[in-house]
């Protein structure tokens, strides 16, 4: 497979990258990206008052990509199917947003 690699990937694939790279991605489709998780939610994404008058049922995907010659990995969540809105955050600042969802569930018992 090594060998199958394209001349402009000279770094190794984390190992969360399931992208196929190819010799001829456009330089800014050159990244890593990791296999997406589809979550299905009900949830409202318009900026309705109140909220709940744009609830639907959607699905989220979540991955994360790192484009070539950057060090930093993006978390992004998105709806599958508008894509936007678009929450893309830094791996460090996804983990904050898991711990602080966290903290505000727990206060629900
Ligand atoms: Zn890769």
Not at 27 to 38: F, I, L, V
Request: charged fraction near 30%; aromatic fraction near 6%.
């Amino acid at each position: 497979m090594d060998d199958q690699r394209p001349i402009w990937l000279l770094e190794p694939c984390p190992e969360w990258c399931t992208r196929e790279h190819e010799e001829d991605d456009h330089p800014k489709d050159r990244y890593h990206a990791s296999e997406a998780t589809y979550l299905p939610v009900i949830g409202a994404t318009a900026d309705t008052v109140p909220a709940t008058a744009s609830a639907d049922a959607f699905e989220l995907v979540i991955h994360i990509r790192r484009q070539l010659d950057d060090p930093t990995d993006w978390v992004t969540v998105e709806p599958a199917q508008t894509r936007l809105p678009r929450l893309t955050l830094t791996r460090e600042s996804a983990t904050r947003l898991v711990r602080a969802l966290a903290e505000q569930l727990d206060r629900d018992g």
